[in-house]
Structures are given as structure tokens and as C-alpha cells.
């Protein structure tokens, strides 16, 4: 091992603000085994947490918290106690002779749920012919009659109703009728057994993978392992901070995905540059001190992406829904993790395992010219073609990124339906089933809340202006049925069935507790197809801009339900995107703008980023959302573009792209310093930086395509989306049209006003000099 020296002193090419780095490069040789240590027992410790996070996480979380929807779904549980879990059970003959209304298939239905009729956690239990109301019998069975519904009420929250689906599905067989399970416990087991299996699978790809493409890139098994490593000991800990935040915010389980997805990428790519840093600093230091050289330099990159990354993730906090909060809050903390990980626990280990990390040189590895083509005589030739030409080469490339760009301007977003689920799901199965087959019934009704002016909704006038206005809303084109109060009081309250704003008939108090209190009404209006569906918009759009009309300003009216939350939902994300946008645009300027002390450089960053995002939306559109290849990539046209999709790729992919910036510029600029010549610069920091660029984005696409095979299309689609900006990113953007912008720039790229001494103190630019060795691996 080579000789240590802790007393070293920062070379003068170290920047003044990179040698508090270089002096903690040295400690963490000093302090190996406790980094070592740490992060073990730490991981230790987040185990029973992590392991509970598939049972905490959460299939809702897309309702904006200050909406009309949010504010609905609150009043039912809190003032109309409407706290219940519900199953929905279908049930069919297969052979399909017998109809719902035969006395055989009714009698094996009661046989199948009389269970279920004296489970403790069964609050309710309605099947076709019980419930005493023909308008709710209606709701039970299918236009053609061949089908009947079960709904069962649980007094169970949501993960628990999905963990005791299994014996659910038990009690249920029989070899007369088939019988499938619905509603959203059933969806929430169907989305937790695709997340593991999707996990397991991607997984599975990409760590070999990965292995294998390191193992190329440097040349040894030891130093391919280390950023695998690095990557995994970050969601360990994640999964721990899941658990935790799912107790105060609803969490969505994408973010499991998303967080695993993130977590790996980054981990791997920040572990990969500062090896590479170590093992090129290892050839002319000691130990300590190119460990201390690559904690002054690589580290440095790797807090500025880290930072940027995180605090690109956490503005979407700024969205203000929950499944984009808790995604961006996990987000952060993973990558966090792994930029600390990166300078604490890989150092360590480094440290320990010293000259191994090194490793000689191996016949296997591939070719320099055929591993990074930038430094190939063809690719040299390509690159003095697009420093003669800039302007030619930027018009052409721009062009080409606008005209990916186009499909963007037919994005159509929403809040993801059940289509996002394989149709070979039982969740999914039925939820078609019930909107094809069953006119009367709705698995998501629009829900309005009614509270009145003037005096107790339980009073008698209130009462009948209530019908009145149900009696209009039944009307509506689309609506095919409306249950409220009058359901369940057909004589109306002449019949002395209210009488002081009480009800007197106990049989019926049960029945109308969840449509009725003194202060409000409920009333569902059933409606046909999804939370997309056209007519539902149109009926939401109408209850709330003509309420005065419609209740002839007698009721103030409350409209939620799927179909306005996904309303509320677009129009929430639209109102929120500048801000949160806007604060990920300031905090990647003002990173750039520390690390260069340039004004225009972070501007034509932030340009070029949004081209890249802009053509990696477009194709995102053009595939998901039209369709094209869905038969190669085995998914289902939706029609529509998840929000959460666009958000999480933009947060992302904006401070990702800022690592790929930072290890280019830096190099560029010490050439810059060294050389006064801007072309010479260019060509110079690209030949060093190019080879680890590609490294980094290599192993990027390979953990985003391995999640882009997910059976949940929401995961596929970031998965896809995200390799496609990687693509771009690190190809025609950062070696075509980077270059080409710079070389255009000339000097300006390094124009700045006269800034006060302690700004350009802490830019950390580099001592003008020469650089002595290249990036690459």
C-alpha cells in the first residue's frame, strides 16, 4: 500500500474553498473504520422500519390538500362518518345460464358472504334483494341481469382490508359462481404485489448488469462493486424515512419505485466519479493524499449534483399534493443519502482497501476508442467539424430537439385511473366489469356536499328544496342516478318521518346518517366511465359554476368525488408548476453561478436543460400518451399523461444534468485558466470528461430501462422518460450542442461583473494551470 502521509497540504491547485474537502479527504483515512462502522449499524437500525414500508404507503395521495375535493372527502369522514373501507364483490356464473335473479345463484351468494355477515370488522354487508330499497337494489345488478354486487363496509383502514384480501378470496370460492374482489383495498394489494415483483425485477437486471458495464470501465471486479455497494446502502435507511413520513403524510406507493430508481442511478454515478477521480490521482500521490485530492474535486462535483438533485426533488413539496410531497420528500432523502454515503462510507473503504482499488491493467478491458468514442480519430474528426461550424451544428440540433419537443403541446394530463393497472388484474377486471355492465352503479360517483343558507338542513323546507335540486341534477345528460336523504324517505317529511329536525323512525336512522346532519346533505350522483370520463366533467363544471342556479341560491354546494379531485388536481399542478419550476430554475443558476462565477454560463445551462426536457417530454407523449410502440414495450395506451410523470422527470432530471455540467465546465474551465484560448479549452476539457460522462450515463440507462420493463405504467413511463433524457442529455446535449453553444460564447462564457472578493472566494474556481490528467477511468 502506498506510503500515507497525514500532515499533506492542499496542492496549490486546489481551490480555496474545495481545502476544508481535501483536509476531510485525509481524516476519512484516518477515521476508515468508524465511516466503515457507522453506516452499517445505521442501516441495521432502519431495518424493521424499512421492512414495514409496503404496508404503509398508499394507492390515494392525488387530491390537492386546499381543493373542494380535499375538503369533501373530510367532511364525510369527520361530519358524516363515513370512515369505512369498502369491498366490492362481483359475482357471475362462468357458464352463464344462470341469471342474478335466479334463486340458485341468489342462495350461493348469501351462502358465500354469510361469513362475512358476522365478521367483527364488518360494519355492513348490502347484496341484491337485501337491502329494502329498489333503488338500491338496482345499483346491484347488471343491465343485462347476469351479474349481482356485493359491497361490503369495513371498519378496517385500507392496508388492513388489503392484507386480509387473501382470506377474503377464500371464503369466496365456489364452484357455482365466480366471485372477484374490487374497490380500493383490492387495488392497493394488486399495486403492493406489482411494486415488489417490479423491485425484485429490476433489480434482478440492473445490478449485473451495472456489475458487468463497471467491471468494463474499470477494469476489475473490486472497483465495479463499490458503486453497487454505495447505491444499496442508501435504500435501507430511505425505506426507514418512508415508513416514518407515511405516518404524517400520505405516501403514495410510486414513490417506492421512484425513490429505488433515483437511488441506485445516483448512488452508482456518484461512487463512479470519485473512484475514477481516486484511481487517477493514485498514479502520481500517496494514498492520503489523492484520496484527499478526489474529496477536493470529485467530492465537490458530487455535493454540487447531490444538493442540486435534492433540492430539484423537493420542490416537489411546492406542488402541494401528497403523492408529489412524499415522492420528493423520499426523493431528496435518497439522494442526500447517497451523496454523504459517497463522501463518508466509499472513502472508508477506499481507505482500507487502498492499491486493490487501483488494480493493474487488464487485457479485457475494452478498447479507448471503442469505450468512449470522443477520443476515436472518427469522433475527433466529428468534433473539429462542429468547433469549425457552431452555428450550423447549433441551428441543426436545436431543430432536431424542437421537433421531438412537438408532441408536448398535445399533452394531456391527469391523475392516474385504473388503467394504469394490468387488465390481468382482478382489481382491474372488475373495475371494467362495473363501468361497462352496470348503468345504475358507479365505483366513483360525483359526490356533492349540500349545506344550506338559512336554518338546519333537517329542517322541512330545507328537505324539499333538497329534492327539488336532486330532481334537476337527475336531469343532467350523463347522470343516471342520484341517491341522497330521499332515498331512504320516500313519503317525504309531511309523513311525520322528520318532525323538529329529528328523525322518529329508528330503522331508518342508520340508513340516512351518512346523507344527512343538521348542517349538510349528501348527495351522490352516479355517473358512467372513469374520473376522465367527459360527461363527469362536464356535470362537475356545471354544480360548480351554476350552483346559484341550480339551487336557486337556497344551498352552497361542495363538489368532490374522482372525477372534480382530478379537476382539482390539474388545475392545482398548473397554478403550483411556476413556483416550483421556478425555484428549481433559481437554485441550478445560483449553483452554477457559485462554481464558475459566470452570468451566462448557468443561463445557457438552464436553456439547454429545458431543450433536453422539452424532446424527452415529447417522446414521452408520443409513446404513452399516443401510444406508438405499445405493442414492444407491453403496455396499454392510456390516452394521457400521468402529472406526477412530467414533475418528477423535470425536479430529477434538472439537477441530474447538473452533474454532467459540472464535471464538463470544470474541466473546460482549468483549461481555460491554463490555456486564455476558448477553442482550445473546449476541445481540451471535453477529451477529459467525455469518457466519464459516458461511463455515468451508461450506467443511468441501464437502471432506468430496467425499471421502464414495470407492469405499472406509471413506473414504466419515468423509467422510459428518464432514459430517454439521459439519452439526449448526455449525447447531443452535453457533446454536440454544449460545444458548439461554448464555442460560439467565446470569452462571454466566462463573463462576470465585478463581484465582492468573498463571492469570488467561495466560487471555487481553480488556480490557472494545466490540466495533468485526464477523467477517464
Request: glycine share 8%; with cysteine.
Amino acid at each position: 500500500m502506498a506510503q500515507q502521509r497525514p500532515g499533506s497540504h492542499a496542492p496549490a491547485s486546489i481551490a480555496r474553498s474545495s481545502r476544508l474537502l481535501f483536509r476531510w479527504g485525509l481524516l476519512t483515512v484516518r477515521w476508515r473504520w468508524p465511516l466503515l462502522i457507522a453506516p452499517i449499524l445505521i442501516a441495521l437500525i432502519s431495518i424493521p422500519l424499512a421492512t414495514q414500508v409496503m404496508d404503509r404507503v398508499s394507492t390515494g395521495g392525488w387530491i390537492p390538500t386546499d381543493s373542494d375535493s380535499s375538503i369533501v372527502d373530510s367532511t364525510l369522514k369527520d361530519d358524516f362518518g363515513r370512515r369505512t373501507t369498502t369491498h366490492y364483490i362481483l359475482f357471475r356464473d362462468p357458464s352463464g345460464l344462470l341469471s342474478a335473479t335466479d334463486p340458485r345463484f341468489r342462495r350461493e351468494v348469501e351462502r358465500l358472504v354469510r361469513p362475512l355477515r358476522s365478521d367483527p370488522d364488518v360494519t355492513s354487508l348490502s347484496t341484491w334483494g337485501t337491502t329494502g330499497n329498489d333503488h338500491l337494489d338496482r345499483r346491484l345488478i347488471s343491465d343485462d341481469g347476469k351479474m349481482s354486487i356485493a359491497i361490503v363496509k369495513l371498519n378496517q383502514d385500507i392496508h388492513a382490508a388489503a392484507s386480509d384480501l387473501d382470506r377474503l378470496e377464500t371464503v369466496l370460492e365456489s364452484d357455482l359462481l365466480d366471485a372477484r374482489v374490487g374497490g380500493w383495498p383490492a387495488t392497493t394489494a394488486a399495486l403492493q404485489d406489482l411494486t415488489r415483483a417490479d423491485l425484485a425485477r429490476a433489480e434482478w437486471i440492473t445490478v449485473p448488469l451495472s456489475l458487468v458495464l463497471l467491471f468494463f470501465v474499470f477494469g476489475g471486479l473490486l472497483s465495479a462493486s463499490l458503486p453497487i455497494l454505495i447505491a444499496l446502502a442508501s435504500l435501507i435507511p430511505t425505506f426507514a424515512v418512508i415508513s416514518i413520513l407515511s405516518r404524517y403524510i400520505e405516501t403514495s406507493v410510486f414513490a417506492i419505485n421512484v425513490v429505488t430508481m433515483i437511488g441506485i442511478a445516483v448512488g452508482v454515478d456518484y461512487a463512479l466519479i470519485l473512484i475514477s477521480r481516486y484511481r487517477e490521482e493514485a498514479r502520481h500521490h500517496p494514498l492520503d493524499e489523492a484520496l484527499a485530492i478526489t474529496m477536493a474535486t470529485a467530492g465537490r462535483a458530487a455535493i454540487v449534483s447531490g444538493l442540486a438533485v435534492a433540492i430539484g426533488l423537493a420542490g416537489l413539496t411546492a406542488f402541494g399534493v401528497p403523492a408529489a410531497i412524499s415522492t420528493g420528500l423520499a426523493g431528496a432523502t435518497v439522494v442526500f443519502l447517497s451523496m454523504i454515503l459517497s463522501l463518508t462510507l466509499l472513502p472508508a473503504l477506499i481507505a482500507i482497501l487502498g492499491d486493490r482499488i487501483i488494480g493493474p491493467a487488464r487485457s479485457f478491458r475494452l478498447p479507448r476508442s471503442r469505450s468512449f468514442p470522443w477520443a476515436s480519430l472518427r469522433a475527433r474528426r466529428l468534433r473539429d467539424g462542429l468547433a469549425t461550424y457552431p452555428a450550423i451544428v447549433l441551428l441543426v440540433s436545436t431543430v432536431m430537439l424542437l421537433a421531438l419537443a412537438a408532441p408536448v403541446l398535445g399533452m394531456d394530463a391527469s391523475a392516474p385511473t385504473m388503467t394504469i393497472l394490468p387488465i390481468s388484474t382482478d382489481a382491474r377486471q372488475m373495475h371494467d366489469t362495473v363501468e361497462s355492465a352496470f348503468s345504475s352503479s358507479s365505483l366513483s360517483p360525483i359526490t356533492v356536499i349540500v349545506e344550506p343558507k338559512r336554518g338546519r338542513m333537517t329542517s322541512s323546507r330545507n328537505l324539499d328544496e333538497l329534492r327539488t335540486f336532486t330532481e334537476t341534477v337527475v336531469t343532467m345528460d350523463g347522470v343516471h342516478g342520484v341517491t341522497s336523504v330521499w332515498t331512504f324517505l320516500p313519503e317525504g317529511p309531511g309523513s311525520g318521518l322528520v318532525s323538529g329536525g329529528l328523525l322518529i323512525e329508528p330503522r331508518l336512522r342508520d340508513a340516512v346518517a351518512p346523507y344527512l346532519t343538521d348542517r349538510a346533505a349528501v348527495v351522490e350522483i352516479g355517473v358512467n366511465g372513469d374520473l376522465r370520463d367527459a360527461a363527469s366533467e362536464r356535470i362537475v363544471g356545471d354544480l360548480r359554476a351554476n350552483a346559484s342556479r341550480l339551487t336557486e341560491g337556497r344551498f352552497r354546494l361542495l363538489v368532490g368525488g374522482d372525477t372534480a379531485a382530478n379537476r382539482d388536481l390539474i388545475d392545482h399542478v398548473r397554478n403550483r408548476a411556476p413556483v416550483a419550476l421556478g425555484l428549481v430554475i433559481v437554485v441550478t443558476w445560483i449553483v452554477l453561478f457559485a462554481q464558475f462565477r459566470s452570468i451566462l454560463l448557468p443561463i445557457k445551462a438552464i436553456l439547454l436543460n429545458m431543450l433536453s426536457l422539452a424532446a424527452s417530454f415529447g417522446a414521452l407523449v408520443w409513446i404513452f400518451q399516443e401510444g406508438h410502440g405499445h405493442q414492444w414495450l407491453r403496455f396499454e395506451p392510456t390516452g394521457y399523461t400521468v402529472v406526477i410523470v412530467p414533475i418528477v422527470m423535470f425536479c430529477f432530471m434538472f439537477g441530474l444534468s447538473m452533474d454532467y455540467e459540472v464535471i464538463m465546465l470544470s474541466r473546460i474551465r482549468e483549461a481555460w485558466l491554463g490555456s486564455g484560448d476558448n477553442r482550445t479549452a473546449i476541445a481540451t476539457g471535453l477529451r477529459a470528461s467525455a469518457g466519464i460522462v459516458t461511463s455515468a450515463a451508461l450506467v443511468m440507462l441501464v437502471v432506468f430501462l430496467a425499471f421502464g420493463t414495470s407492469n405499472l405504467q406509471i413506473i414504466k413511463a419515468i423509467g422510459i422518460g428518464l432514459a430517454l433524457a439521459v439519452l439526449i442529455d448526455a449525447t447531443l446535449i452535453r457533446l454536440i450542442v454544449l460545444p458548439a453553444a461554448m464555442r460560439l460564447m467565446g470569452r462571454w462564457n466566462w463573463w462576470s461583473p465585478a463581484l465582492p472578493k468573498l463571492i469570488r472566494t467561495a466560487s471555487g474556481s481553480p488556480t490557472p494551470g494545466p490540466i495533468e490528467h485526464q477523467e477517464s477511468p
